[in-house]
Nanobody, 121 residues
Framework: QVQLVESGGGLVQAGGSLRLSCAASGRTFSSYNMGWLRQAPGKEREFIGAITRSGGSTYYADFVKGRFTVSRDNAKSTVYLQMNSLKPEDTAVYYC??????????????WGQGTQVTVSS
């Protein structure tokens, strides 16, 4: 089992920044690709970005457009989502997820409980 706990959400003004953290415990953190997804009210959960097990590669949804960065620290079993130039439409619950190779992000092996991000205009 892997337990994932997000932190760092909150209220921020448009144009501001937040950094989310997701701390993992349990089985070997470095065995999993790590990703971030979000779900806004009334919308489906959407993929934001992910990072490979070693941290050597990252990939992002088009809407990120260079505003968000995923990183990880395997020594701390933590993955991060740095969010800059936030917009009101970024308001959502943000989730981290752990997925083994070949597992789609829509059905990862493990989910965190989510953290609320609210961007005011």
């Amino acid at each position: 089992q892997v337990q994932l706990v997000e932190s760092g959400g909150g209220l921020v003004q448009a144009g501001g920044s937040l950094r989310l953290s997701c701390a993992a415990s349990g089985r070997t953190f470095s065995s999993y690709n790590m990703g971030w997804l979000r779900q806004a009210p009334g919308k489906e959960r959407e993929f934001i970005g992910a990072i490979t097990r070693s941290g050597g590669s990252t990939y992002y949804a088009d809407f990120v457009k260079g505003r968000f960065t995923v990183s990880r620290d395997n020594a701390k079993s933590t993955v991060y989502l740095q969010m800059n130039s936030l917009k009101p439409e970024d308001t959502a619950v943000y989730y981290c997820a752990a997925a083994s190779s070949g597992t789609p992000w829509g059905r990862p092996n493990y989910w965190g409980q989510g953290t609320q991000v609210t961007v005011s205009s």
